[in-house]
């Protein structure tokens, strides 16, 4: 299942893109679900049970009735108020800090905020006064689904939403 947000008629909702269409689960929602599908956060926090109605929507939904993803402008799937980061984790990265300080020895970590985060079609900003050399990279995105601390390990998959 993949959770998308999108923007149609000025309003950005959360949806599911199927194929080549979006389906709004706030259309199909029952009243008691519907604050569930406001948007992305809701969805985590609602757990299971906006999960369980979710896929009860998708698996009911119909094709014909879906919006067409031509028809709307797809956004980030979220908006996190912060992102923690991890630096020094692949090989290849590592070798080009050899012999400085932070040689990759340790891990590295640094915060993101959310006006780093854009859409599948939005253009990456940055300003050349500041930017001298831009680095393209591929981000992975762990969203974390429950609360916790000090999860053991063999735990930590549950904690995970997507």
């Keep these: 299942m993949r959770i998308v947000?999108?923007?149609?008629?000025?309003?950005?909702?959360?949806?599911?893109?199927?194929?080549?269409?979006?389906i709004d689960p706030l259309r199909a929602a029952a009243d008691e679900e519907r604050a569930w599908f406001a948007d992305t956060?809701?969805?985590?926090?609602?757990?299971?049970?906006?999960?369980q109605a979710l896929d009860k929507i998708v698996s009911q939904s119909d094709p014909k009735a879906n919006l067409k993803l031509?028809?709307?402008k797809l956004?980030?799937?979220?908006?996190p108020s912060t992102i923690l980061c991890?630096?020094?984790n692949y090989r290849?990265?590592?070798?080009?800090k050899a012999n400085t300080?932070?040689?990759?020895?340790?891990?590295?970590?640094?915060?993101?905020?959310?006006?780093?985060?854009?859409?599948?079609?939005?253009a990456i900003l940055y300003d050349a006064a500041l930017s001298k050399k831009i680095d393209c990279e591929t981000e992975l995105a762990v969203v974390i689904g429950n609360p916790g601390r000090h999860i053991p390990g063999e735990r930590a998959p549950a904690q995970v939403c997507g």
């Design 41 to 51: 956060v809701s969805f985590i926090r609602a757990g299971a049970p906006a999960r």
């Design 92 to 96: 290849a990265h590592n070798a080009e």
């Design 86 to 88: 991890s630096g020094s």
């Design 75 to 79: 956004t980030a799937p979220m908006m």
């Design 5 to 22: 947000n999108f923007v149609i008629d000025g309003v950005t909702r959360f949806g599911v893109l199927r194929d080549e269409s979006i």
């Design 70 to 72: 031509r028809d709307v």
């Design 101 to 122: 300080a932070i040689s990759g020895k340790e891990p590295e970590f640094f915060i993101k905020t959310s006006d780093c985060v854009i859409g599948p079609d939005d």
